[in-house]
């Protein structure tokens, strides 16, 4: 069992910089692979980056590629989302997901209360 507490959201003009934390509790953090996902008003949630137990298998979603850089820290047992270049077509609420080694986009098994990411023009 993993539970995910995401923290960061806010209000942020276009072209600002966020940072989104997802602190998780539970055995075996490190084996876990991890993501970020996001749903805006009236869409379906969509993936934006995961991160499995290295650097070496991180995966982004095309529209975030250069912007957002996804990160863990297994001391801390927390995985981060930095946010920059932001679009008005970022705001969402997103949402941590953790999943086991190795997982796909749709294998992802636990998932965060969300936090609110509003990007204005």
């Known amino acids: 069992q993993v539970q995910l507490v995401e923290s960061g959201g806010s209000l942020v003009q276009a072209g600002g910089s966020l940072r989104l934390s997802c602190a998780a509790s539970g055995r075996a953090f490190s084996l876990w692979s991890l993501g970020w996902f996001r749903q805006a008003p009236g869409k379906e949630r969509a993936f934006v980056a995961g991160?499995?137990?290295?650097?070496?298998?991180?995966e982004y979603a095309d529209s975030v590629k250069g912007r957002f850089t996804i990160s863990r820290d297994s001391a801390r047992n927390t995985v981060y989302l930095q946010m920059n270049s932001l679009k008005p077509e970022d705001t969402a609420v997103y949402y941590c997901?953790?999943?086991?080694?190795?997982?796909?986009?749709?294998?992802?098994?636990?998932w965060g209360q969300g936090t609110q990411v509003t990007v204005s023009s």
């Open positions: 991160i499995g137990r290295s650097e070496g298998s991180i």
């Open positions: 997901a953790a999943g086991p080694p190795g997982a796909t986009r749709s294998d992802y098994k636990y």
